[in-house]
């Protein structure tokens, strides 16, 4: 039965569809991918709308795209690499619609207190960029808007300043 539904599963992808299956599962097992930028990339190499669906929904089928394993993993890259605040990586995520359940899973599973030390080291590399010449209250202020540019939620930030740059 599953050779046979294995079987009629080829059979529906035109012989330049499977080589551009076979690519795009080249493409996806290199580093994990979403749906909207396996599309990007299948109409890329020159695949119609109809054959990019057909072969994004097998990539789908044959689990080479998980929306949710790929909002782990991107979730996890740009804060603990890129070191963005959830404001822009919810951001980038939308923009390449990944649902919001997915989006909210994925941000669950980092540690809050992670999340802020990650905020507090952008921010102290940051801070020692700053002329010491400066008032204090002008580097806070370009500390605020560069960490808001980051992604970071106001209140978050402004917990942080109170904390460990309002003393100075």
């Known amino acids: 039965m599953i050779f046979y539904y294995f079987c009629n599963m080829v059979q529906n992808l035109s012989e330049e569809e499977m080589s551009l299956l076979a690519r795009a599962e080249r493409y996806c097992a290199n580093e994990e991918?979403?749906?909207t930028s396996v599309r990007k990339k299948l109409c890329d190499w020159g695949a119609t709308p109809d054959s990019s669906s057909k072969i994004v929904t097998r990539l789908i089928d044959?689990?080479?795209?998980?929306e949710r394993r790929y909002a782990r993993a991107?979730?996890?890259?740009?804060l603990r690499n890129q070191k963005w605040g959830r404001l822009k990586v919810i951001?980038?995520?939308r923009s390449k619609q990944v649902p919001p359940k997915f989006i909210t899973e994925a941000l669950a599973e980092i540690p809050e207190?992670?999340?802020?030390?990650?905020?507090?080291d952008v921010a102290k590399t940051k801070w020692d960029t700053y002329p010491a010449t400066e008032p204090n209250a002008k580097r806070r202020s370009k500390l605020v808007t560069f960490l808001a540019s980051r992604g970071y939620?106001?209140?978050?930030?402004?917990?942080?300043?109170?904390?460990?740059?309002?003393?100075e």
């Open 33 to 35: 991918q979403c749906r």
């Open 62 to 66: 044959q689990g080479f795209i998980d």
């Open 74 to 78: 991107y979730v996890s890259a740009k």
């Open 91 to 93: 951001y980038q995520l």
């Open 113 to 120: 207190e992670e999340y802020r030390n990650i905020l507090l």
């Open 153 to 167: 939620e106001s209140p978050v930030i402004q917990s942080m300043i109170e904390e460990n740059y309002n003393a």
